[in-house]
């Protein structure tokens, strides 16, 4: 992509993230807020190894619940309808979650593990992998097929989706992790729940929707909506 391409994709974003927030404020945010408190009480269980394996597990399925949530409320805002409440958008991403959460081990963990020994690789894998839940939710894949439409999508695309969905992705990430381990210790329990509640809505919604409309503008015109 040329650096007019580039700007063409990102122009506007932001604005774009920020007016999908604040027209579904409270369905975007209490989720994320609810998934920042239980990341950080469910660290409090984990001081031995199987506990913190357990809890690893919890979180990656919590995450992806929300993942598919954010694609699915970002499709009602655009269908223009009447709009689906928390509950019911929370029942469909039930169902996606298997998908996103078997496709998020390859698409999540094999960047970290490589980002652990080289950075760039890692970065690389995460970028090209990037847009895989709106691809699997809205064009309703498996997910083999899931990562390969998020490789197509990002092929000549790279740079502006690492400047935009994959650092988005690592403020998230960083952000969630340091608060569950973090909160805690410097807040106290109640305190902690809440910091850790408010750190993860203020990211969640912001990462969570910048894939979705990166995903829906580069997907254009093939992309048919999740119903």
Do not use: K
């Amino acid at each position: 992509m040329s650096a007019g391409g580039a700007r063409a994709l990102l122009r506007g974003l932001p604005r774009e993230v920020a007016g999908v927030i604040s027209r579904h404020r409270l369905a975007a945010i209490a989720p994320a807020a609810a998934l920042g408190a239980g990341a950080d009480a469910v660290t409090l269980l984990s001081d031995d190894l199987g506990r913190e394996i357990a809890a690893g597990i919890v979180l990656a399925i919590a995450f992806e619940v929300y993942v598919g949530y954010a694609e699915l409320l970002v499709a009602a805002d655009r269908g223009g309808g009447p709009r689906p409440s928390v509950a019911i958008l929370m029942s469909r991403s039930w169902v996606l979650t298997p998908r996103l959460l078997l496709t998020s081990v390859p698409a999540v963990g094999l960047p970290l593990a490589a980002g652990g020994l080289l950075v760039l690789p890692g970065l690389w894998l995460l970028t090209r992998w990037s847009l895989y839940a709106p691809a699997i939710v809205h064009e309703r894949l498996g997910a083999r097929e899931g990562l390969a439409r998020s490789a197509q999508l990002v092929r000549g695309n790279f740079w502006a989706v690492a400047c935009s969905v994959t650092a988005s992705l690592l403020v998230e990430h960083t952000v969630i992790h340091a608060t569950a381990h973090s909160a805690q210790p410097l807040l106290g329990n109640g305190l902690g729940l809440a910091g850790a509640a408010l750190a993860t809505a203020a990211v969640s919604p912001p990462a969570a929707f910048t894939i979705s409309i990166v995903y829906e503008r580069l997907a254009e015109p093939r992309l048919t909506r999740f119903e």
